[in-house]
């Protein structure tokens, strides 16, 4: 096999119109998104290995400062009228 595999589409926009780049083996250029990507092959995987696991989605840091936010102004609203009653002035 001595022509090299091309890819079908950018990896990034979708686009068909990719060319080989000069810059390296198994490098491309997208002239729709103007985005160069490197291909490279890694291995094969052997027959028993199990097949990769994807890490689990953790969610992004603004939606859980965002969440605790809302909590805690609805636990300082509910504690506000309460831990007014208990001073003890």
Known sequence: ???RAAPFF???CGDEDLRPS???HGAWECHGCRRAFQLKF???LSPTAPAPTAPAPTA?????SAS???TATNSTATDG???GD???D
């Open 1 to 3: 096999m001595s022509e």
């Open 10 to 12: 950018c990896p990034y």
């Open 22 to 24: 000069e810059v390296g």
């Open 42 to 44: 890694l291995g094969l």
């Open 60 to 64: 992004p840091a603004a939606a859980d």
């Open 68 to 70: 605790a936010d809302s």
């Open 81 to 83: 009228g309460s831990s």
């Open 86 to 88: 208990q001073r003890d």
